[in-house]
T-cell receptor, first 112, second 115 residues
Framework: SQQGEEDPQALSIQEGENATMNCSYKTSINNLQWYRQNSGRGLVHLILIRSNEREKHSGRLRVTLDTSKKSSSLLITASRAADTASYFCATVPDNYGQNFVFGPGTRLSVLP | EAQVTQNPRYLITVTGKKLTVTCSQNMNHEYMSWYRQDPGLGLRQIYYSMNVEVTDKGDVPEGYKVSRKEKRNFPLILESPSPNQTSLYFC??????????????FGPGTRLTVT
């Protein structure tokens, strides 16, 4: 079952602008992870946020998690053309299951 | 270099001809997983394995088999491939504990076409 749902499906911005992507999910989670995928390639892990955390930073990335709303957001600041990719959120349930559930992704285009 | 390898990278086959896609990781990870990626559907988990001889179904296991006889290898088997299994397949591994999963490392993908 698809739990993570990213929003928007596609986003186009100019270099230097900030990009915000959202993820909603349905069931309780242990953690939520964001991944990036360059066209047709394997996914690359960006950041993990646990259910007891509200915000995390990594370089130009900022992730927030609101477990009451079952939602997360990924902010990329000062975007670059190299940030053009698809971004996916993945949730891990809190029932000690290990089945990652990915959303359909947000396609980000950063125009030079 | 820490990596997940998959073979083959590209495969065109015919309906009903058994095939195996291999996956190997050199990071001593306990957790391994297979996904398929289809346009508009994101990644869907096929099977995963918590450790040697421990496997479990993901969201879309029908038509697939897996085995985990060694920690480093997790092959995906299609006993009788059908055209609806045409997809991009990814293997991933992770150092995972029962308190929660950690980041996954993905292989480069295998593009499978079944005619």
């Amino acid at each position: 079952s698809q739990q993570g749902e990213e929003d928007p499906q596609a986003l186009s911005i100019q270099e230097g602008e900030n990009a915000t992507m959202n993820c909603s999910y349905k069931t309780s989670i242990n953690n939520l992870q964001w991944y990036r995928q360059n066209s047709g390639r394997g996914l690359v892990h960006l950041i993990l946020i646990r259910s007891n955390e509200r915000e995390k930073h990594s370089g130009r990335l900022r992730v927030t998690l609101d477990t009451s709303k079952k939602s997360s957001s990924l902010l990329i600041t000062a975007s670059r053309a190299a940030d053009t990719a698809s971004y996916f959120c993945a949730t891990v349930p809190d029932n000690y299951g290990q089945n990652f559930v990915f959303g359909p992704g947000t396609r980000l285009s950063v125009l030079p | 270099e820490a990596q997940v390898t998959q073979n083959p990278r590209y495969l065109i086959t015919v309906t009903g001809k058994k095939l195996t896609v291999t996956c190997s990781q050199n990071m001593n990870h306990e957790y391994m997983s297979w996904y398929r990626q289809d346009p508009g559907l994101g990644l869907r988990q096929i099977y995963y394995s918590m450790n040697v001889e421990v496997t479990d179904k993901g969201d879309v296991p029908e038509g697939y088999k897996v085995s985990r006889k060694e920690k480093r290898n997790f092959p995906l088997i299609l006993e009788s491939p059908s055209p609806n299994q045409t997809s991009l397949y990814f293997c991933a591994s992770s150092s995972a504990g029962y308190s929660g999963s950690y980041e996954q490392y993905f292989g480069p993908g295998t593009r499978l076409t079944v005619t």
